[in-house]
């Protein structure tokens, strides 16, 4: 599985942003996908995860009630809907996808990851 993250940019606090995760490959729908982001100077941490139905979600407590994972297995694609974005929130961004019917918050179970896409929050 190749994974592709785009729709990062520049947005004011307050806003909204959608980053989308574009997977290539067959049966994408057997697997799990994790979002991550990396701040410059701290660890890569867990944002959410969806398993491989779309039936079951989970948040980091910093992202909770602002951001919305989803997924579309006819389009191979997982979408971050995110609102009401934070200064904090600024970092590369990173998809990942697992082999399990149910995603993870450690990144190091995950088998595939992708490039990452820039969001950045400005005050």
């Known amino acids: 599985v190749q994974l592709q993250a785009s729709g990062g940019g520049l947005v004011q606090a307050g806003g909204s942003l959608r980053v989308s995760c574009a997977a290539s490959?067959?049966?994408?729908?057997?697997?799990?996908v994790g979002w991550f982001r990396q701040a410059p100077g701290k660890e890569r941490e867990f944002v959410a995860a969806?398993?491989?139905?779309?039936?079951?979600?989970s948040y980091a407590d910093s992202v909770k009630g602002r951001f919305t994972i989803s997924r579309d297995n006819v389009k191979n694609t997982v979408y971050l809907q995110m609102n009401s974005l934070e200064p904090e929130d600024t970092a590369v961004y990173y998809c990942?996808?697992?082999?399990?019917?149910?995603?993870?918050?450690?990144?190091?179970?995950?088998?595939?990851w992708g490039p990452g896409t820039q969001v950045t929050v400005s005050a």
């Open positions: 990942a996808a697992l082999r399990h019917d149910s995603g993870s918050p450690y990144a190091s179970n995950y088998d595939y």
């Open positions: 490959g067959r049966r994408f729908s057997l697997y799990s």
């Open positions: 969806i398993s491989w139905g779309g039936g079951t979600t």
